[in-house]
């Protein structure tokens, strides 16, 4: 069983050597001002803490709201800022609510690679460590390793996901199950529902992703196995949300029943900027079930909870250089952040919020030269505006239409409906349109043109269609002078200030939390990680180069 941890003062478990404490260099004398100031703190910190609560000895109920950006470099935010000033002919100080709680920033490379992917990038966060590109919580040898949700869970706090891509995905996954690679999606569905020696560890999930919950012989069903998970679920006590008119009577989270698995797509939510919202609520929508969900479960517990909440489709985005789709991701995002701080600014729950991104995708600039010799220094969001659905929509609009149409016919429906109509561009060229027919039939090809015409026009830059090794901001604030002192330290693994290795994100919440990972680690040594069957799983790289990682 999970040996309770001894309770105690997070202010002075900061001071302790423990596991994720790292030697610093500093000269003696900074050193000792450190010392001083240090004791000072802890001094301060200690008697105004003891003030509140010292009689009672239990370490204040916290809450820790954990969100990713999945994709988003530092690029992404000026893109989208000068988006939403031109859009909404805001100033030019007009900022984004993020923009207000930069605090430092993040370096992303994975255990094997200086470009990682989502799932090392999640599992960085969630278990404190580095791991190979396509880990979901196993370490470098693909032992598992304990997570931070798993580690809150087992001392009796609430959990929860809520993304907008499939809830089996790498990185919500790499917070509630364990997988060798992260295309075992069939499995990480089951131990995201409890099947796994730990038991359930998630109380709530909403997100995309019914695919991997479902046979093939039902519809949107993709398991290789004739398992109906959504069923069991339910069977086991699962409330279920599968669709608008569901999550609508879950009331903004004031009429949940937990554990509460909400699936509402077959794999991703739409673009936001695709999104009709009769059929599929926003993130901030989301956001909202599950803070006041999780909240109101907590109410009158010891513990508080920990939420995990993922802008998963920024990164779809960048890999599709898609720089339309993509502001309004993170814009989206931004409105979801802004649910979160009204959440913080109403709970007596000491409560921190970190939001930082796995990664950068798609090497991103605000800035393109299309001119032969020196560019102009411009980009116009007005190209943005115009357009009002993603690449990814419109392939599929032409792909359902195209083969009733040829010739001139197809010609005309590319120019007027496609190009004009809904990408707004009103310039196109002969050979634009031509280009565009002759691709009809080839999806990928296709989105990269559209999403050309608009990337060109509008001045954006790109540079990959997967990820970048650039640094990525974080993001936090809290409720709590205390949690404050600990978040806005400067040093390696004693806060976030500043620029941090990824892993420190992880071990800052393991820290605050007081919850020792590798405990976690020996109680499910023994948890199904490996995929079954004929996988040559000796090849790691054929299996990257197989499974596209995102
Ligand atoms: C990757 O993991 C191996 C095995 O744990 C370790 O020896 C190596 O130093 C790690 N490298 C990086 C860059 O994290
Ligand atoms: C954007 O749309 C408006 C209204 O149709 C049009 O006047 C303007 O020229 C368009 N801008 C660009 C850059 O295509
Ligand atoms: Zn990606």
Not at 375 to 400: A, I, Q, T
Request: with cysteine; net charge negative; aromatic share 8%.
């Amino acid at each position: 069983m999970y040996e309770k941890l001894p309770t105690e003062d997070p202010e002075l478990l900061n001071e302790k050597q423990d596991l994720y404490e790292k030697p610093t260099k500093r000269s003696n004398k900074q050193s000792l001002l450190g010392f001083i100031l240090t004791a000072f703190l802890l001094v301060s910190g200690f008697a105004a803490y003891c003030l509140l609560s010292c009689s009672t000895s239990a370490k204040p109920k916290q809450n820790v709201i954990f969100m990713v950006t999945d994709g988003m470099g530092p690029a992404s935010l000026s893109l989208a800022r000068s988006f939403k000033q031109y859009r909404d002919k805001l100033d030019i100080d007009d900022i984004l609510a993020l923009d207000s709680l930069l605090i430092g920033s993040s370096r992303t490379r994975s255990n094997d690679s200086l470009v990682t992917d989502s799932a090392a990038g999640a599992t960085a966060f969630s278990c404190a460590l580095k791991s190979y590109n396509g880990a979901i919580g196993v370490d470098p040898e693909k032992n598992p390793c304990g997570t931070i949700l798993e580690a809150l869970k087992l001392k009796g706090w609430h959990t929860g996901l809520v993304v907008t891509t499939r809830i089996t995905d790498a990185t919500p996954a790499a917070f509630s199950s364990h997988a060798d690679y992260r295309f075992q999606e069939d499995l990480i569905a089951q131990h995201q529902l409890g099947e796994y020696p730990l038991g359930r560890s998630v109380d709530l999930m909403i997100g995309g992703g019914r695919c991997h919950f479902l046979p093939r012989s039902v519809g949107g069903g993709c398991r290789s196995d004739d398992r109906n998970l959504i069923e069991e679920a339910q069977l086991n006590g699962w409330s279920y949300a599968g669709d608008r008119k569901a999550f609508d009577a879950l009331d903004e989270g004031r009429n949940v029943q937990l554990p509460l698995l909400s699936l509402l797509a077959p794999t991703d939510i739409p673009f936001d900027i695709d999104r009709e919202p009769e059929v599929y609520p926003s993130l901030a929508e989301q956001v909202k079930v599950a803070l006041t969900s999780l909240s109101h479960a907590t109410k009158n517990s010891k513990e508080g909870f920990f939420l995990l909440i993922e802008g998963s489709r920024i990164d779809h985005a960048g890999h599709q250089n898609d720089p339309a789709a993509q502001v309004r991701e993170v814009l989206a995002y931004d409105e979801a952040m802004k649910e979160v701080m009204k959440f913080v600014d109403n709970t007596d729950t000491d409560t921190v919020v970190i939001s930082t991104s796995d990664h950068e995708t798609g090497g991103l600039v605000t800035a393109r030269q299309v001119t032969e010799l020196y560019p102009d220094y411009l980009w116009y969001p007005e190209v943005l505006l115009n357009s009002s659905h993603s690449g990814e929509y419109l392939v599929k609009k032409m792909m359902s239409r195209q083969s009733e149409l040829d010739g001139p016919a197809l010609e005309s429906y590319i120019a007027k409906e496609i190009v004009e109509q809904d990408m707004g561009i009103l310039d196109h060229t002969k050979e634009e349109i031509e280009t565009v027919k002759k691709f009809a039939n080839d999806a990928n090809r296709l989105l990269g043109v559209l999403n050309n015409m608009i990337s060109v026009r509008s001045q954006t830059g790109w540079s990959t269609l997967g990820h970048s090794a650039v640094d990525v901001n974080i993001y936090a604030f809290s409720n709590s002078e205390r949690i404050d002192k600990q978040l806005y330290r400067r040093e390696p693994y004693t806060g976030l200030l500043g620029n941090h290795e990824n892993i420190e994100i992880g071990a800052f919440m393991a820290k605050l939390t007081g919850v020792d990972l590798a405990k976690v680690s020996d109680l499910i040594r023994d948890v199904e990680h490996s995929p079954k069957g004929a996988l040559d799983v000796s090849a790691d790289i054929h299996m990257n180069a197989v499974h596209k990682l995102h």
